[in-house]
């Protein structure tokens, strides 16, 4: 009677320490769900849904028109892409720019570009989110006030941050390096610098 005894409180004893050990595990898991549901950011780019990003940003412009020297940019786009997943979105993307102010240096020049794109996310516990691009496709130039034109191609690149307000609306800033290349007058030219843009979900 006693070993009974003795078997069943140590049955009992360990069933406690069990039961201790999971309820322990338990309201671990409770505390971090509402530790996540505290950090759960309402995500504008997220799997399974297309946004629109508008830019406008200032570059410094290198161009051989006629003599490689400096001049200020302003260029603006848009893009539209879908998210296969939480880091990563596939699109196209169209982008003008052209000099400002025009000079005897670099005449009056405009750029129209367009091509696929792609966008590389970061996620985290932030309403802030880094994020990486690439593009490149179709270009064409408008040169001076005959409007000469000629058509290339170019390739461009970017890294951000983007400000996710809610699932409908962001914004950003980021920097982008853009390379156009051109048969005759313009042999290469090359933007880089900084623009605010702002996002929108569908």
């Known amino acids: 009677m006693k070993n009974y005894t003795k078997s069943t409180y140590i049955n009992l004893l360990l069933i406690s320490a069990l039961f201790l050990l999971a309820s322990q595990n338990s309201f671990a898991q409770v505390e971090e769900e509402a530790k996540e549901d505290q950090t759960n950011i309402p995500r504008l780019i997220r799997e399974?849904?297309?946004y629109l990003g508008a830019s406008v940003g200032l570059n410094i412009a290198q161009t051989k028109l006629p003599n490689g020297e400096s001049e200020?940019?302003?260029?603006?786009?848009g893009k539209a892409q879908y998210a296969f997943a939480d880091y990563f979105a596939f699109g196209g993307e169209f982008v003008v720019s052209g000099y400002v102010p025009a000079s005897?240096?670099?005449?009056?020049?405009?750029?129209i570009a367009m091509g696929p794109?792609?966008?590389?996310?970061?996620?985290?516990?932030?309403?802030?989110?880094?994020?990486?691009g690439a593009s490149g496709g179709y270009a064409h130039v408008l040169i001076g006030e005959n409007q000469?034109?000629?058509?290339?191609s170019f390739y461009s690149g970017n890294l951000g941050v983007v400000y996710e307000v809610n699932h409908f609306f962001g914004i950003g800033l980021e920097y982008s390096y853009s390379k156009f290349n051109f048969a005759n007058n313009v042999s290469s030219f090359s933007l880089g610098g900084?623009?605010?843009g702002v996002f929108f979900s569908l």
Do not use: H, K, Q
Not at 104 to 111: L, Y
Not at 148 to 152: F, I, T
């Open 48 to 50: 399974g849904t297309t």
């Open 72 to 77: 200020l940019n302003v260029n603006g786009g």
């Open 104 to 111: 005897e240096i670099v005449p009056s020049t405009w750029i």
């Open 117 to 132: 794109s792609l966008s590389f996310f970061i996620p985290n516990n932030s309403p802030l989110t880094p994020y990486a």
């Open 148 to 152: 000469e034109d000629e058509s290339g």
């Open 194 to 196: 900084f623009g605010l």
